[in-house]
């Protein structure tokens, strides 16, 4: 059996290059990075810089804003020098009145700000202005919940390589595998190999490591050029494998029914995207219905995340690990009666 599987393996291997198959996937790793990188903001929140004239005397809201954050701020001390950096980009105007302390502050939008982002920033110009009057400010304690490990939060660009790797490298045995189905069916491949020794076990467990041995590339490839090398290699790498194969096991299930890939174009479309519905819940953790939580895909993205940027601990990949093992031992044996029950009749 061990040498019928790496027999089959070896021969999709050859496929798969011989179609371009795994270049195709390294280009797209590329193409990716060069995304993440050079395209996608690392803060997406459009935060404005603050053009500030103070009035007052001892000017002391510029120096704050100057001090606080001074790659986002800009001190004018004329009318003409505040009207005319209003003009330029995203600025908001704040300009300050009064003697000694802020008595009075007037707020210019360029007019496509949100009502949150106003609202934010009058409550924090109030509590500002409050201080600086010597009223009696209240401090304020934070406290975040995050694991022992955690560092700083990712920029945005790269919180978005965990769902990447997922979309891609977790799901490319979605088309490719049944790419190789329909390819095996038209040249008469896979009739053939009915009436050989080896078995349907075999036959998905080659076609499940090949898609696995491509999501590894992938992986490998795009991580590189964008987190580098401090990933934690060992459970990304597993998780991508045995994600792949799940993946690559329900999807010839599926694509057996069919006798192109046009055909099943459609099943694979709403499989990709239903898969890809914990993606919500990432960006927003507060929605996380049981629904959602059921899919293989939800334990693996936030493992996936764990292994690029560490907070919750690893008990995040073991349960990953231990739901995607499950629904293999699951669809692997089902896919098998598929098969067996289409080759009987003709339609495999």
Do not use: C
């Not at 954050?69 to 005319?84: F, G, H, K």
């Not at 090949?210 to 590339?217: C, N, S």
């Amino acid at each position: 059996m061990i040498r019928r599987l790496l027999a089959l393996t070896v021969k999709d291997l050859r496929v798969v290059a011989r179609n371009h198959f795994l270049t195709a996937v390294l280009v797209l790793a590329v193409v990716y990075a060069l995304a993440v990188n050079y395209l996608v903001p690392g803060d997406p929140s459009g935060r404005p810089v603050a053009v500030v004239w103070d009035t007052t005397a001892l000017g002391l809201m510029g120096r704050l804003y100057l001090a606080a954050e001074p790659d986002r701020s800009l001190v004018v001390d004329s009318e003409a020098a505040y009207r005319e950096a209003l003009e330029e980009g995203n600025r908001i105007g704040i300009k300050v009145l009064g003697e000694l302390v802020p008595e009075r502050i007037e707020v210019t939008y360029q007019g496509y700000e949100s009502a949150r982002m106003r609202r934010v920033i009058e409550a924090t110009l109030h509590v500002q202005a409050l201080g600086l009057s010597g009223a009696n400010v209240p401090v304020f304690e934070t406290r975040t919940l995050r694991g022992p490990g955690a560092g700083e939060p990712p920029p945005f660009n790269l919180t978005l390589v965990p769902v990447l790797i997922l979309t891609e490298a977790a799901m490319v045995g979605l088309l490719l595998a049944a790419a190789l189905l329909f390819s095996e069916k038209e040249e008469q491949t896979l009739a053939a190999y009915r009436v050989t020794p080896g078995g349907l076990l075999e036959y998905m467990t080659a076609k499940g490591l090949v898609m696995g041995l491509m999501a590894l590339a992938f992986t490998v490839l795009f991580t590189v050029l964008t987190v580098g090398a401090t990933a934690a290699w060992l459970p990304l790498l597993t998780v991508v494998f045995l994600a792949a194969v799940v993946v690559t096991v329900i999807a010839l299930a599926l694509a057996v029914f069919y006798r192109n890939l046009s055909q099943f174009m459609l099943t694979a479309v709403v499989l990709n995207f239903t898969l890809a519905l914990p993606v919500v819940s990432y960006f927003q953790p507060s929605f996380s219905p049981a629904v959602l939580r059921l899919l293989p895909s939800y334990p693996l993205l936030f493992a996936l995340r764990e292994a690029y940027f560490p907070a919750a601990g690893p008990a995040v990949v073991t349960s990953a690990l231990g739901q995607l093992g499950l629904t293999l031992l699951v669809v692997l044996p089902a896919a098998v009666v598929v098969f067996r029950r289409q080759f009987a009749r003709g339609d495999a």
